[in-house]
């Protein structure tokens, strides 16, 4: 059987290698021809999926890349996985979801199943997708559809697709049946819900529920710090009761693709429904702001001012090990250093390039400050905290420097 898998990227990429692992002929359709040509080599972007595992496939012939839409024509199982992104104005941007049914409804020449595994607010499968598929489908076509939100957490060594629980619903019994039958092959744990709206918001309520926890307690390091009591300390005593709560810890903010972004999409979907989402709203808000309260902080333990003085931020990725700079609080913090004049080096050794600059090494030079904004294992954690004076960790992780 042949799955097309459409956008190839952290979501999309994973999904197209564990189809192949189950015996499915696997397109990796993107429109991004560098990605497509260096996945034909076997050369992976994914940290999730290495460049052997990538090989095994392609050499299978049970995976190939392709930007060509001919060849989705046979298809019989479509997935589509793509960025839902924010626009400037913080709105949810489904121009990519619309973008990859418009490809779909021109390419297919044959009746089959199209799941959604990209986040987006409900109604997203049955009033965007669905329509513009069958508006741009031939005569005689009649597509099933269905949704199957991804839960894909970049890095995470105990928890991938095959072991976590998957939801998924389709607009008809037969979508959901064709859609359990897929995911049965490489997936452990399959949950139907009554509908794709059920499916859509349980996906947003996920992360809603991280991103409101954490702005609590990234609230709470700023209250507890106004009081001289350890926020840290703070947390793991009340982190000893057995039952009703769930440790949180305070950091710069929040990263990746769905976190900082989720909550909108689930607030937008309200305001249309005439209700204010007041918890999200004021979450986003409260995370938003993390980076301004440290520079604030920084800025306060210095002098009153970080004009002209050379800072280190380290860490721009916005998760531990990994390469991922997806919305990272680390941009907003550097914005809000040069805001107050201060000269801004970064240092990842897991990030090549970003922003139009390039990682700096840790040596023997002395910075004004240095910031802590994400902690990766291979980082040499000497001589960070030789690099300063005054290093402020915003993880929590690092001994002998100043927390949150």
Not at 81 to 91: G, I, Y
Not at 98 to 106: H, N
Not at 279 to 293: D, G
Not at 353 to 358: A, D, L, M, T
């Amino acid at each position: 059987m042949k799955v097309a898998v459409i956008g190839q990227g952290y979501v999309g990429l994973p999904i197209a290698i564990h189809a192949a692992t189950a015996g499915y002929e696997v397109i990796g359709f993107d429109l991004n021809l560098e990605i497509v040509n260096n996945l034909n080599s076997g050369k992976s972007h994914i940290s999730d999926i290495s460049d052997s595992e990538l090989k095994k496939y392609l050499e299978s012939k049970k995976y190939r890349a392709s930007s060509d839409p001919k060849d989705l024509e046979d298809v019989e199982i479509s997935v589509i996985a793509v960025p839902t992104p924010l626009s400037e104005d913080r709105k949810p941007d489904l121009a990519f979801v619309e973008s990859a049914s418009q490809i779909l409804g021109k390419s297919l020449k044959k009746s089959g199943l199209i799941i959604n595994e990209s986040t987006s607010y409900p109604g997203t499968l049955r009033n965007v997708i669905a329509p513009i598929i069958k508006s741009l489908s031939g005569d005689g076509i009649s597509h099933e559809f269905a949704i199957s939100p991804e839960r894909v957490d970049p890095g995470n060594e105990n928890w991938s697709i095959k072991n976590t629980a998957r939801l998924f619903a389709g607009l008809t019994p037969t979508a959901s049946e064709k859609t359990r039958a897929f995911y049965d092959k490489f997936c452990d744990n399959l949950i139907e819900v009554s509908s794709p709206e059920v499916a859509e918001t349980a996906k947003l309520f996920e992360n809603t529920f991280r991103q409101v926890n954490i702005a609590l307690v990234n609230e709470l390091a700023l209250i507890t710090r106004d009081l001289g009591i350890s926020v840290h300390e703070t947390i793991e005593a009340a982190a000893s009761k057995p039952y009703g709560f769930m440790k949180f810890t305070p950091g710069l903010g929040v990263g990746g693709h769905c976190i900082p972004v989720d909550p909108t999409y689930l607030s937008y979907v309200a305001e249309l429904a005439g209700r204010n989402a007041n918890f999200i709203n004021l979450a986003n808000k409260v995370n938003l702001e993390m980076p301004a309260e440290i520079v604030k902080r920084i800025k306060n333990e210095n002098g009153g001012s970080l004009k002209g003085k050379e800072v280190l931020v380290c860490g721009a990725a916005y998760k531990p090990d990994i390469s991922d700079v997806r919305e990272t609080p680390s941009e907003i913090l550097i914005e809000e250093l040069m805001k107050e004049g201060a000269i801004v080096s970064w240092h990842d050794p897991l990030v090549a390039s970003w922003r139009g600059s390039k990682s700096v090494e840790i040596n023997t030079k002395k910075y004004a400050v240095t910031i802590v904004a994400m902690l990766h294992s291979v980082m040499d954690k000497k001589l960070i905290l030789k690099s300063s004076d005054y290093v402020l960790d915003c993880t929590g992780k690092l001994e002998g420097a100043k927390k949150l």
